[in-house]
């Protein structure tokens, strides 16, 4: 059974950082694709960025700039995701994705950025 647990979300200031994990389990995790998807309030999921399965190719949505990294530790079945300079707009719950398949995806970790 695909497990994928994230954590590390929180409450932060504008322009703070976060460090988001996902602990995967249950398939082979250095075989598959791996992406980070997020969901605000009332509105649809829409896909952050993207990894291979070997962590070498990277690809992020155009509008953020450089600010949010994604890795990946396959010895650790972990995948990450830091945030950097988050904007109030940012504020949603994420989630990693098997294969970014939307479908596939943990219970996700909230993300709130206020002052």
């Known amino acids: 059974e695909v497990q994928l647990v994230e954590s590390g979300g929180g409450l932060v200031q504008p322009g703070g950082s976060l460090r988001l994990s996902c602990a995967a389990s249950g398939f082979i995790f250095s075989s598959s694709a791996m992406c980070w998807i997020r969901q605000a309030a009332g509105k649809g999921f829409e896909w952050v960025s993207g990894?291979?399965?070997?962590?070498?190719?990277?690809n992020y949505l155009t509008s953020l700039k450089g600010r949010f990294t994604i890795s990946r530790d396959n010895a650790k079945n972990t995948l990450y995701l830091q945030l950097n300079s988050l904007q109030t707009e940012e504020t949603a719950m994420y989630y990693c994705?098997?294969?970014?398949?939307?479908?596939?995806r943990g219970q996700g970790t909230q993300v709130t950025v206020s002052s």
């Open positions: 994705s098997k294969d970014c398949n939307f479908d596939v």
């Open positions: 990894i291979n399965s070997d962590g070498r190719s990277t």
